[in-house]
C-alpha cells in the first residue's frame, strides 16, 4: 500500500496532468504540490505517530491537507524509561507510514518546511532547537522546556534566527475547554476549576510533566495574566490556586489518586457549567498546520513563558509554604537565562 504522504503528492500531480490545478510558473521543473514538508524531532511519544497520522490523511482538508511529515529524528533520553523505552516502537510505526528516519539534526532542518519537535523530556528541547532554528516555523510540544528559564533562551534564539515558535498542550483546543467559552448562558467567567492528572517526573518541576495539562486550560478559560499562585499538596491532593489581575480565581486539581480525567467547571456572571473529557488531538494539529501555513502562532511566547512560571511558582509555593509571586519566578528565570 502506497504511504498516504505519497497519495497526497500523487493526487496533486494527478490533478495538475488532467488540467484541474494550476502548473507552475516554470514549465522546465517538474510540477510541485503546494505541500508542507514537516519534520518530527523526537520519536519517543505517541504524539509523533498521531500528529504524522492527522497531517499525512489523504482525506485532510483546510492548513491539514497543506502539510505532510516526511522526515523524523529519533531522539530519545535513556534516563527516563518512558521515552528511552518508547522510541523504536514509534519509529518503526513512522518509518511504515513512508516518513524518512535521520540520525542528524542539521539534515532534518534542511530537508523540511517545518517542525514539530516532540522529545517528550523539556530538558532536551533547548539544545535540540538550537540546532534546528534556522527561520522554520517549529511546533514545541509540552513542556515547552524544563524551566523558565530555558524557554527565555529558547525565545531568545527564535528571535535572532528569525524562527517563528508556537506551544500548547491540546488541552487548550479541546472541545471540552471550549464549550465553556464565550457561553451565554455562563457569561463572563469570574473563576474556573480544572481537574487532570499529575504524574511526576523527577527530571522536571512537579507540574510539567502532566500537570500542564490542567494549567493550560485555566490559560485557555482566564487568560494570561496571572499574579500569584499558591499550592496545597497533602497525600493524595494536590490543588494550585492562580489569582489573575482583575481578581478572578483558577484552581488546579492533580490527580494523584483515583480515577484519572480531565474535568472543567466553568463559574460564570450568569450560571455554572461543567464539561468532561477529552477530544482528542485533531484541533490542535489543526492550529498546528495553519501555524506552519502562516508563521502566526495563535498562542504568544509570552502567554507559554506565563503558564510555565505557574507552573515553577506552584513548586516554589509547596516548598515555601507560602503563595508566590509569578513575577518574581520571571525575573529569577531573565537571570538564569541570561547564563544560557
Same mark, same amino acid.
Given at each position: 500500500?502506497?504511504?498516504?504522504?505519497?497519495?497526497?503528492?500523487?493526487?496533486?500531480?494527478?490533478?495538475?496532468?488532467?488540467?484541474?490545478?494550476?502548473?507552475?510558473?516554470?514549465?522546465?521543473?517538474?510540477?510541485?504540490?503546494?505541500?508542507?514538508r514537516?519534520?518530527?524531532v523526537?520519536?519517543?511519544?505517541?504524539?509523533?505517530?498521531?500528529?504524522?497520522?492527522? /497531517?499525512?490523511?489523504p482525506?485532510?482538508?483546510?492548513?491539514?491537507?497543506?502539510?505532510?511529515?516526511?522526515?523524523a529524528?529519533?531522539?530519545?533520553?535513556?534516563?527516563?524509561?518512558?521515552?528511552?523505552?518508547?522510541?523504536?516502537?514509534? +519509529?518503526?510505526?513512522?518509518? @511504515?507510514?513512508?516518513?524518512?528516519?535521520?540520525?542528524?539534526?542539521? $539534515?532534518?532542518?534542511?530537508? +523540511?518546511?517545518?517542525?514539530? #519537535?516532540?522529545?517528550?523530556?523539556?530538558?532536551?528541547?533547548?539544545?535540540?532547537?538550537?540546532?534546528?532554528? %534556522? @527561520? !522554520?516555523?517549529?511546533?514545541?510540544? !509540552?513542556?515547552? =522546556?524544563?524551566?523558565?528559564?530555558?524557554?527565555?533562551? *529558547?525565545?531568545?534564539?527564535?528571535?535572532?534566527?528569525?524562527?517563528?515558535?508556537?506551544?500548547?498542550?491540546?488541552?487548550?483546543?479541546?472541545?471540552?475547554?471550549?464549550?465553556?467559552?464565550? =457561553?451565554?448562558?455562563?457569561?463572563?467567567?469570574?473563576?474556573?476549576?480544572v481537574?487532570?492528572? /499529575?504524574?511526576?517526573?523527577?527530571?522536571?518541576?512537579?507540574?510539567?510533566?502532566?500537570? *500542564?495539562?490542567?494549567?493550560?486550560?485555566?490559560?485557555?478559560?482566564?487568560?494570561p $495574566?496571572?499574579?500569584?499562585?499558591?499550592?496545597?499538596?497533602?497525600?493524595?491532593?494536590? %490543588?494550585?490556586?492562580?489569582?489573575?489581575?482583575?481578581?478572578?480565581?483558577? %484552581?488546579?486539581?492533580?490527580? !494523584?489518586?483515583?480515577?484519572?480525567?480531565?474535568?472543567?467547571?466553568?463559574?460564570?456572571?450568569?450560571?455554572?457549567?461543567?464539561?468532561?473529557?477529552?477530544?482528542g488531538?485533531?484541533?490542535l494539529?489543526?492550529?498546528?498546520?495553519?501555524?506552519f501555513?502562516?508563521?502566526?502562532?495563535?498562542?504568544s511566547?509570552?502567554?507559554?513563558?506565563g503558564?510555565?512560571?505557574? /507552573?515553577?511558582?506552584?513548586?516554589?509555593?509547596?516548598? #515555601?509554604?507560602?503563595?508566590? !509571586?509569578?513575577?518574581?519566578?520571571?525575573?529569577?528565570?531573565?537571570?538564569?537565562?541570561? @547564563?544560557?
Amino acid at each position: 500500500m502506497r504511504p498516504p504522504a505519497l497519495d497526497r503528492r500523487l493526487a496533486a500531480c494527478l490533478l495538475i496532468t488532467f488540467g484541474l490545478l494550476p502548473a507552475p510558473a516554470c514549465s522546465g521543473e517538474p510540477p510541485e504540490p503546494d505541500v508542507l514538508r514537516v519534520g518530527i524531532v523526537g520519536c519517543d511519544t505517541s504524539h509523533a505517530v498521531a500528529f504524522a497520522q492527522i /497531517m499525512n490523511d489523504p482525506a485532510a482538508v483546510g492548513a491539514c491537507a497543506r502539510v505532510e511529515v516526511t522526515a523524523a529524528f529519533p531522539g530519545g533520553s535513556p534516563d527516563i524509561p518512558s521515552s528511552r523505552d518508547r522510541v523504536a516502537g514509534y +519509529v518503526d510505526q513512522l518509518h @511504515g507510514m513512508g516518513v524518512e528516519i535521520t540520525q542528524d539534526l542539521s $539534515e532534518l532542518a534542511a530537508s +523540511v518546511d517545518a517542525i514539530l #519537535l516532540e522529545s517528550v523530556d523539556g530538558r532536551t528541547h533547548l539544545p535540540q532547537f538550537r540546532t534546528i532554528a %534556522v @527561520g !522554520k516555523p517549529v511546533f514545541i510540544d !509540552k513542556p515547552a =522546556s524544563d524551566s523558565v528559564a530555558g524557554f527565555l533562551a *529558547i525565545r531568545e534564539i527564535a528571535g535572532r534566527t528569525n524562527t517563528p515558535i508556537f506551544s500548547s498542550s491540546a488541552l487548550r483546543y479541546c472541545q471540552n475547554v471550549a464549550s465553556l467559552q464565550d =457561553s451565554d448562558a455562563v457569561g463572563r467567567l469570574v473563576g474556573v476549576e480544572v481537574a487532570a492528572p /499529575m504524574a511526576l517526573e523527577p527530571h522536571h518541576p512537579d507540574l510539567f510533566w502532566y500537570g *500542564i495539562h490542567g494549567v493550560e486550560s485555566l490559560y485557555a478559560l482566564l487568560g494570561p $495574566e496571572c499574579l500569584e499562585v499558591t499550592r496545597v499538596a497533602a497525600g493524595g491532593h494536590d %490543588v494550585s490556586v492562580g489569582t489573575w489581575s482583575d481578581g478572578r480565581v483558577g %484552581v488546579y486539581r492533580g490527580l !494523584k489518586q483515583g480515577r484519572a480525567g480531565y474535568a472543567f467547571t466553568a463559574y460564570g456572571e450568569n450560571g455554572i457549567n461543567h464539561s468532561s473529557g477529552f477530544s482528542g488531538y485533531d484541533p490542535l494539529v489543526e492550529q498546528i498546520a495553519e501555524f506552519f501555513v502562516t508563521r502566526r502562532a495563535p498562542v504568544s511566547p509570552e502567554e507559554t513563558t506565563g503558564i510555565l512560571a505557574f /507552573m515553577e511558582a506552584a513548586d516554589e509555593s509547596r516548598r #515555601l509554604q507560602a503563595p508566590v !509571586k509569578i513575577e518574581t519566578i520571571l525575573q529569577r528565570a531573565q537571570s538564569a537565562a541570561e @547564563g544560557e
